[in-house]
Structure formats: structure tokens, C-alpha cells
């Protein structure tokens, strides 16, 4: 035998010892690839859940938990009990009503009074061109129980003034999607009154439902917890102006072409382009324009501050979030202070500093503003100074009389003013302060 035929034996030798050494394992592994895998499986016990994401969170400790978190199964659950009201089905809403059903909260009511219209699609997504006219609280809540398994959902195609106090008190969370200033004032008030306060009004904590507010603006968009601070409409919607004496119904389209009208003569005489129909009933309505992305943004938000609530995984923001894309990318999260004159959550009587001299006119019109009322009464102890009806004309006449009188002679210092409006849930009571200062109102 040749020497390169030994080499090559030799080389063949001890590759086949190295196979035989690690032939065993092998057949080992082959035989038990199988309770291998499903050793690997059983590792994960949450694996087939649907749910098993979320109870990452739910389930494991985390140092950015509440305080009151306590990791374990029953959070989840809590997220599924969990009552939840959503208000407003426009687009937010559309948002808020998926994504919340896609976090597992499984109890929820919507409720709005709109329908829906072709303007709508191209944002509001639970919505189709056969459902044009039809209630949108209606549609989406359909739509979204038929798509997410075991979620509930209960539509209310109605005003949320026509709801009892009661409706708002069976929830554990509500969240706003509105793009009225008005309702959103209107419901920040109602969840106001449900808490229980003692004798120094200071809240004993029964009662309390978070309300998670959310407000989208073109590419602007903001997001809080609680609060009744509410944005700022735009210029654009202080241009419509109401003869005197008149009631404007935005729902009726007859008035809405009387405001057409009148707005298109004011563009043609300007040279202002854009007046059509539907921006004169987006003025009227106090509609604030939106755009998908930002209310997906936003929604998005709201939903997560929806999960910290109920299952306390993370501490919820304190207390306003804002976000912009309008130049670059832009988000802050900053606390805004209560205001002691908030008429929704001060529980002491307001004052209102008044020149004698000044004309009830103009404390009527400050109070208007600020208020944002449509149709106030107004009384002293005395009685009523401001009452418009149709069935007491006399005190219509009188009303309007007391309007150009100076405050003097309507009232006296230290009087205390009731304000009754259909824009309010319950009553203002102001003490009028004579001032003779230059600053004063």
C-alpha cells in the first residue's frame, strides 16, 4: 500500500470516529424533537390567548405601574368588565370604538345624535355609501360587534342632554369624541355633578368617573384625562351673526340657506372664495375640521389612557397631551391648573366685579361670552330682571327694558345672581361687587 493510500484510510478513520462520537446525540434529538417542541410551547401559558399581548402587561410587574397595580390575570379582566361610554361616532369616535375593541373592552354604549353623510367616508371607515342616512351610533355599533367576537356594543341615537343623570352614572369610563364645544362643556358638567363631596366640598371620591377627552383640529390634535377646559374656536367661526329676535336651528336646512345666502353676498363682496353649504353648516354646527391621520393619532391616545384607567398598568398622563405634525413633529404633555372660577367643578359661589354705573347690557353680554348661553333667565332675590318667553310678553318687554338700565337700578351690591340656561346643567350663582375702578367689568 502506497503511502497516499494510508494518509487517505487514515483521514477516512477519523472522520468515522467523529461521526460515531456524535452519532448518540443525534438519535437523541431526533427522537424527542417532537416533546422538545411542545416543551418549548408549554413554556408560554398565555401562548393561545388572544389577548396574550396585552397581558404582557397585565400580568408582569413594571415600574411604571400605578401604585394600586397589582400583576395578575384578574387586570385583564377588569379591561373586559370595564363600562365604557363613548360619545361622539364621527370620526374619532369611528377610532375610539376599534381601537377600544381591539384592546379588549368588551362593554361599551356610543352614543350620537348625527347620521351619516357622504362627506363622511373618507375618514369615518366603519361607515359604507349604502349607510348614507342611516344613525352612525347605529352603524358602528353594528359593524363593530359583527367584526371583534364578543364585544358588546349599545348605540343611543340621541342628543346627550336627552339622556337621564343616571345613564352617565352606570359607567366606569367615558370617553369624548366630540366636535361640539357646547356638549363637550355640557357632559365635562353632568360627570361634575355626580361626584360626592363633604361638607367642605372637598370630593369623597364616590362618583368619580374619568373622563377622557379628546379634540382633533386639522393637523392639530389634543388629548386629557380630566378638566373642562376646552379649545378655543377658531376666527373663521365667529363670522355668522343671528338677526335679533331670531332662533337659528343649524339642523334646518331652510335656515341653513338663509345663512348661505347671506354669507355668499358677503363673499362676492369681498372677494372671499371656499362659501358653499358645506362649510356654512360646518359654522353653524361648530364643526372643527379633522383630518384621518389625526384623529387616528389621537384615538390612539385616548384608548391607551383608556387601558391605564382600568387595569392601572401605567400611571395616567397628568393631565393635558397635545401633539402637531403641522411643521416637523411636535408632542408635549404638560398639567393645566384648575380654575377656581370653573363653574363645573367650584364648589363655592362666584363673584363678579361690576361698575354701578355700567348698563345691565353689557354685564348681560359678558356673562353671555363667557358662559357661552343662548337663552339665559336671570334673577335677584327680588326676582327676575331677564326672562324672554313667548307666553309673558309683558316680562319680555321689561326684560328688554332692564337691558338699558344701569346695574344700580336692577340690582344692589352683594346681590346674588341666579343664572338658568339650556346650555348648562345647573344653575350659576354670582355675587355682584360694585366697583368704581377703571378695571372693573
Not at 388572544?50 to 384578574?74: I, Q
Not at 353653524?284 to 398598568?313: D, G
Not at 384648575?338 to 353680554?365: M, Y
Request: hydrophobic share 40%; glycine share 6%; charged share 25%.
Amino acid at each position: 500500500m502506497s503511502s497516499t493510500e494510508v494518509s487517505s484510510t487514515r483521514a477516512e478513520h477519523k472522520n468515522t470516529e467523529r461521526f460515531h462520537v456524535a452519532h448518540p446525540l443525534l438519535i437523541f434529538l431526533g427522537e424527542n424533537l417532537g416533546a422538545l417542541e411542545l416543551l418549548m410551547i408549554s413554556c408560554d401559558n398565555i401562548a393561545g390567548d388572544r389577548w396574550r399581548d396585552l397581558r404582557r402587561f397585565t400580568d408582569r410587574p413594571s415600574h411604571f405601574a400605578s401604585p394600586y397595580f397589582e400583576a395578575g390575570p384578574t387586570n385583564m379582566d377588569c379591561v373586559h368588565d370595564c363600562l365604557v361610554l363613548v360619545v361622539g361616532a364621527g370620526g374619532l369616535g369611528c377610532e375610539l370604538l376599534k381601537n377600544l375593541a381591539l384592546s379588549g373592552f368588551k362593554k361599551m354604549h356610543v352614543i350620537d345624535m348625527d347620521t351619516i353623510d357622504l362627506s363622511n367616508l373618507n375618514r369615518q371607515f366603519l361607515f359604507r355609501e349604502s349607510d348614507i342616512g342611516s344613525s352612525k351610533a347605529e352603524v358602528a355599533a353594528r359593524f363593530v360587534q359583527n367584526r371583534v367576537e364578543g364585544c358588546t356594543v349599545i348605540a343611543h341615537n340621541k342628543k346627550i342632554q336627552d339622556m337621564p343623570i343616571s345613564f352617565y352614572a352606570q359607567f366606569s369610563l367615558v370617553i369624548c369624541g366630540l366636535d361640539s364645544i357646547d356638549a363637550r362643556r355640557w357632559l365635562n358638567d353632568t360627570l361634575c355633578n355626580l361626584v360626592e363631596c363633604d361638607e367642605k366640598g372637598v370630593p369623597t371620591g364616590v362618583g368619580v368617573i374619568p373622563l377622557i377627552d379628546g379634540g382633533t383640529e386639522g393637523f392639530k390634535r389634543d388629548g386629557r384625562s380630566a378638566g373642562d377646559r376646552a379649545p378655543h374656536p377658531s376666527p373663521r367661526r365667529e363670522r355668522v351673526g343671528m338677526t335679533r329676535g331670531a332662533t337659528l336651528d343649524a339642523d334646518d336646512p331652510e335656515h341653513v340657506e338663509w345663512v348661505l345666502g347671506k354669507a355668499l353676498a358677503r363673499a362676492n363682496q369681498y372677494n372671499i372664495r371656499g362659501v358653499d353649504s358645506r362649510l356654512t353648516q360646518g359654522v353653524l354646527k361648530r364643526i372643527i375640521p379633522a383630518v384621518a391621520s389625526t384623529n387616528a393619532v389621537i384615538a390612539a391616545a385616548c384608548t391607551i389612557e383608556a387601558l391605564k384607567c382600568a387595569s392601572n398598568i401605567s400611571k395616567p398622563i397628568d393631565n393635558y397631551a397635545m401633539f402637531t405634525d403641522v411643521e416637523g413633529v411636535f408632542m408635549t404633555v404638560l398639567k393645566l391648573e384648575r380654575n377656581p372660577e370653573c363653574i363645573a367643578c367650584s364648589g363655592a359661589k362666584l363673584s363678579i366685579s361690576c361698575k354701578p354705573e355700567a348698563t345691565f347690557g353689557s354685564l348681560f353680554a359678558t356673562l353671555t361670552a363667557k358662559y357661552q348661553l343662548k337663552n339665559p333667565t336671570i334673577r335677584t332675590p327680588n326676582g327676575p330682571i331677564y326672562m324672554i318667553s313667548e307666553l309673558m310678553p309683558e316680562l319680555k318687554a321689561q326684560s328688554e327694558a332692564n337691558l338699558e338700565k344701569p346695574l344700580k337700578d336692577v340690582m344692589s351690591d352683594g346681590d346674588e345672581l341666579f343664572v338658568v340656561d339650556s346650555a348648562l346643567t345647573r344653575s350659576i350663582s354670582l355675587v355682584i361687587r360694585f366697583d368704581k375702578q377703571e378695571d372693573a367689568a
